[in-house]
């Protein structure tokens, strides 16, 4: 699990494409020493396996169903991306959780500067906006926001100085492609419902997930 909140700003050295799957290289200055073969890294949202290590280099294994749901495939030798180690268990939730499990892709529909804060506007499918509510978190090329406006076709939110000088968001335009990842308890929520409408003996209520928070 991630946190959404960016540790640092790598930059891919080379992206090998082998039929629908691929090799992603990204350096960085995370220290090699504290990063095993096997552990996950946060890869502008998507959570990826190291399988290599080098100076300064780490590489990953990029799953067909990675390259399919992701941004991933259309990277470039020397892109910017946003990093995010795994969550220690002892460490501190500041952003919200993340599963690094990419759900869609999302499109810049514009860019505005309000009160020196920069707001976004993103297109993203029906079937995924639904996971989407105002004031709800969001993970947008793995970085954690919060949700201001929904509409019919899409979602706006404000980022603030910080966050855009420390991310790859800084760089982003109309027409530009984004990972999202939707707050995995609306879906949980939503198959619990369903259950329910079916008539299956769960024992949730709306009652109950009301009083566990959920609601």
């Known amino acids: 699990m991630f946190t959404g909140l960016i540790e640092e700003i790598g930059t891919v050295a080379g992206m090998e494409m082998k039929s629908n799957a691929g090799i992603l290289s990204v350096s960085a200055a995370f220290p090699s020493d504290r990063i095993a073969i096997g552990d996950s890294i946060a890869v502008n949202g998507a959570c990826l396996t190291v399988v290599g290590k080098g100076a300064g280099t780490f590489s990953f294994d990029v799953s067909p169903e990675t390259v399919n749901r992701t941004s991933l495939k259309e990277l470039k030798k020397g892109t910017p991306v946003n990093l995010e180690r795994a969550l220690a268990v002892s460490g501190r939730l500041d ?10 892709l999302a499109v810049v529909r514009d860019r505005r500067t309000v ?11 029906a079937e995924y906006l639904r996971y989407v509510a105002a004031k709800g978190s969001i993970a947008i090329d793995g970085v954690s926001l919060t949700v201001n406006t929904v509409d019919d076709d899409g979602f706006s939110v404000n980022i603030i100085p910080h966050t855009l000088a420390k991310t790859t968001l800084a760089g982003k335009k109309a027409g530009d492609v984004v990972n999202i990842e939707t707050d995995i308890l609306a879906k949980y929520v939503e198959r619990l419902l369903r259950h329910r409408d079916r008539g299956d003996s769960t024992g949730i209520t709306l009652e109950l997930l009301a009083k566990s928070g959920f609601m």
Not at 95 to 103: C, E, K, N, Q
């Open 95 to 104: 952003g919200h959780l993340v599963s690094g499990h990419v759900d869609c």
């Open 115 to 125: 009160s020196g804060n920069t707001v976004f506007f993103f297109r993203m499918p």
